[in-house]
């Protein structure tokens, strides 16, 4: 199988939040790797070494081979939580990968063609991207880096679906075996931008506006006026 990154991990024997507290305070990681045929098991991870891969796509799209003392284990990224203040990580899941076995796995979807296509070259349309990843099964020795999707003739006002993605052997996208073949990306004309007001058009608006503005206390009083009792004329007694 292809190994995407190697990263060196310790065991862990204190468990809670307290003690994940203490690691994080020393540049630390929590960790779990579950799955396979053996037991979860906590271990720790540098942060530091972490912070300088996990912007990289092909991370959560590799197995990792981590290394704890003298042992291995081939693992895939499950989950990455990260802090919700600061740039830091607070914890990783990892799932272990067996040769035999078939793992599910988030691949990137890489476009290409888009500004030769005739939608977008010669008639003025926008790319939209409805989704960036999509979710794959396979076993691990057909993983690939990412899936991509060649938008070379695509026409105006035209879309492309899960099933138009070239697949490798041995991988399937859960979806489609679902029945659904959801828009990946589309090319439509973009949408027109209201025109400025001229300054014409800007002062006429202020003046009815003001009209207006004057005219609604002077109706106010008007009905007032209507609505208010006549007065008897002559008060006296006879």
Not at 18 to 26: D, I, M, V
Not at 46 to 51: A, E, G, S, V, Y
Not at 132 to 159: A, G
Request: charge should be neutral.
């Amino acid at each position: 199988m292809r190994i995407g990154f190697e990263i060196q991990a310790d065991s862990r024997d204190d468990q809670g939040k307290g003690a994940s507290r203490r690691l994080r305070r020393r540049g630390k990681i929590p960790a779990i790797i579950y799955g396979g045929k053996l037991a979860p098991r906590q271990i720790v991870l540098d942060h530091q070494n972490l912070m300088t891969m996990i912007d990289n796509e092909k991370l959560y799209s590799s197995i990792l081979r981590i290394k704890v003392g003298s042992e291995s284990q081939e693992a895939i990224i499950k989950d990455v939580q990260m802090h919700p203040a600061k740039n830091a990580i607070v914890h990783i899941d990892l799932q272990r990968v067996q040769a035999d076995e078939k793992i599910r796995i988030h691949l990137p979807i890489h476009f290409h063609g888009a500004a030769a296509s005739p939608g977008v070259k010669t008639e003025g349309g926008v790319v939209s991207h409805r989704i960036s990843d999509i979710e794959v099964v396979c076993l691990p020795k057909d993983l690939p880096e990412f899936l991509e999707l060649d938008l070379s003739q695509m026409k105006l006002n035209e879309t492309k679906f899960l099933a138009d993605i070239p697949l490798p052997a041995g991988v399937v996208i859960p979806q489609l075996q679902q029945g659904r073949n959801i828009a990946v990306v589309s090319v439509h004309a973009p949408r027109a931008a209201e025109p400025e007001p001229t300054a014409e058009a800007a002062a006429t608006e202020g003046a009815v506006a003001g009209a207006a503005a004057t005219a609604a206390p002077a109706a106010g009083e008007a009905a007032k006026a209507e609505a208010a009792p006549a007065k008897k004329e002559g008060g006296g007694k006879k």
